[in-house]
């Protein structure tokens, strides 16, 4: 997916102003719809970056979008476009997205399954929706590589993680480690993605690496965090220092999110566009070779049309910014 807003970051609160319960270790961060694509754009609900928060461990970006009937939105449909330093990861709910990149992977993005991209120095892809897709719902996540990787090769992964079955919940772990299960998907970072689906009325305790912190994103219902109610497509936040989590559902259907997490990631990075930095030279650079048609992003074969051009730079020094002091949380 093309961050085209990627660059641009929203304030603490949402319009509605809502704050973490008193007391509350539990960050609310709220999202902004951003339109993705032409006339008839895509709207994505965007609450990673914000000007409260840049990244949660590595992961940088985190869009939320559907359920989208794709009668009258459209659907997905976006263009081959280039990355640098970040790897994309594709999680979907319902639908199905072609995937196509310069590395030549050609697959599907389905619900329940990982499609983990690595653009380091490079790489381009196309996603679209495909024809038999009626409703479009998912999340699309990208993570910050650090220094030393971030001119790594191109790659791509898929997994298929098994369920994991706990009292009055569901978890599918895509990446690091949860409630006994390890994805086998190597991550650049110490890095944690994982899918919840909690029962009606159920709580469940999971137990949590101190050393990161968290961020759970609300997909369907209303789940208090440690106490902190998360309504729909907000992202409750908690520092490190935590070796648990508690998540209630509280209503009458099941309750679905996505849980982040990660190590702080102490590397201030400059992210535009579809780009992720350390410098503004860097920028400039990666947009000068996408709109050359440069080796450095490939070419991706089996898309009808033409590439997304890079947007204009911005009439000022992009400069690099990282998270403010990280709240604590109690270590339990």
């Known amino acids: 997916m093309s961050g085209a807003d990627a660059d641009r970051v929203a304030p603490h609160t949402g319009p509605d102003g809502r704050e973490p319960a008193p007391g509350s270790a539990v960050e609310i961060l709220t ?21 409260a928060r840049t990244l949660i461990g590595a992961w940088c970006f985190i869009d939320h979008y559907g359920p989208d009937d794709i009668a009258e939105t459209g659907g997905m449909d976006v263009a081959p476009h280039p990355h640098i330093g970040l790897q994309t990861v594709s999680w979907l709910f319902s639908g199905e997205i072609e995937h196509r990149d310069s590395l030549g992977s050609h697959a599907f993005v389905r619900p329940g399954e990982l499609n983990l991209m690595t653009g380091g120095h490079g790489i381009s892809h196309t996603e679209v929706s495909t024809p038999g897709t009626t409703v479009l719902h998912g999340v699309q996540l990208w993570v910050a590589l650090p220094g030393e990787h971030r001119d790594t090769g191109r790659d791509f992964r898929h997994h298929v993680p098994g369920p994991v079955h706990l009292d009055g919940a569901v978890v599918r772990v895509f990446l690091g480690s949860l409630a006994g299960d390890t994805s086998p ?47 729909r497509s907000e992202l409750g936040y908690t520092g490190t220092g935590n070796r648990t989590m508690t998540l209630t559902n509280e209503t009458d259907a099941p309750a679905r999110a996505v849980l982040v997490g990660g190590t702080p990631f102490e590397e201030r990075i400059v992210m535009w566009w579809n780009f992720v930095g350390r410098s503004h030279e860097d920028i400039v650079e990666a947009r000068q070779d996408w709109e050359a048609s440069s080796d450095r992003f490939g070419q991706v074969d089996g898309y009808p049309g033409g590439r997304i051009p890079a947007p204009a730079l911005p009439n000022a020094t992009i400069a690099p910014r990282g998270n403010p002091t990280r709240p604590k949380g109690s270590t339990r």
């Open 31 to 51: 999202p902004r719809d951003v339109p993705l694509g032409g006339p008839r754009a895509m709207t994505v609900r965007r609450t990673l970056p914000q000007r």
């Open 185 to 231: 998907v190597p991550a650049f970072t110490p890095l944690l993605g994982a899918e919840i689906v909690l029962e009606p009325h159920a709580t469940t305790t999971l137990d949590t690496d101190p050393s990161f912190e968290h961020g759970l994103l609300v997909d369907e219902g209303t789940i208090r965090l440690d106490g902190t109610p998360l309504r």
